[in-house]
């Protein structure tokens, strides 16, 4: 990729964040910003350059444009497991929380289908499934009603699902599918 070469940026307190389009943690101390300058507490409005890939990435005084993707890789997962993972944590650059967390329902669904589950079945049923065949740590059952409880309400109420629902079922997901598909192929 050619390295974009801004016109006019300026020098601005270093700003260290997680760029939305190379996932670097960068810490840019060039951009553009508002006239009058904003205070250097980072209030107002304010436009980075990464430092790693010359992106430009705006914020606000309570949002990053675009943003980070919400957790982590996860190593190891079939492929239409890790399509829908990657499409939940995309969902939370975009405040697409409600989307994130039907999105975590339908992956517990896959994960079940993906160990045996008969596909067609009431999601209460997939959870049952993957706690019965012990795919579920022995604490984690309350994690699973959570989710199960946070995918009916989004589903059946038509209740909007706010940032926190949204990372809480992310961090889950990515829990569970480490312990079901990454660290048992660490010691194949
Ligand atoms: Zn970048």
């Not at 304010?46 to 705006?58: A, G, L, V």
């Not at 190891?76 to 975590?104: H, I, K, W």
Request: glycine share 8%; net charge neutral; proline share 6%.
């Amino acid at each position: 990729m050619n390295e974009i070469k801004w016109h006019g940026a300026e020098n601005l307190p270093a700003k260290s964040y997680t760029c939305g389009y190379c996932r670097k943690v960068v810490g840019p101390d060039q951009g553009f910003s508002e006239e009058p300058k904003p205070a250097e507490d980072y209030t107002g409005h304010w436009i980075y350059i990464c430092s790693f890939c010359r992106q430009p990435t705006y914020f606000d005084s309570v949002q990053q444009t675009p943003g980070a993707p919400f957790g982590s890789d996860v190593a190891s997962l079939p492929n239409d497991v890790q399509e829908l993972y990657q499409e939940a944590r995309r969902c939370m650059t975009v405040s697409a929380f409600t989307g994130a967390v039907l999105l975590c329902r339908k992956i517990l669904m896959n994960v079940a289908v993906s160990k045996g589950a008969v596909e067609g079945e009431p999601f209460i049923k997939y959870i049952e499934y993957l706690d019965a065949k012990g795919y579920v740590p022995p604490d984690g059952k309350k994690w699973v009603d959570h989710i199960r409880k946070k995918g009916n309400e989004a589903t059946h109420e038509i209740k909007r699902m706010w940032q926190h629902d949204g990372e809480k079922l992310i961090t889950f997901t990515e829990m569970l599918l480490r312990f079901v598909y990454e660290f048992p192929a660490k010691i194949l």
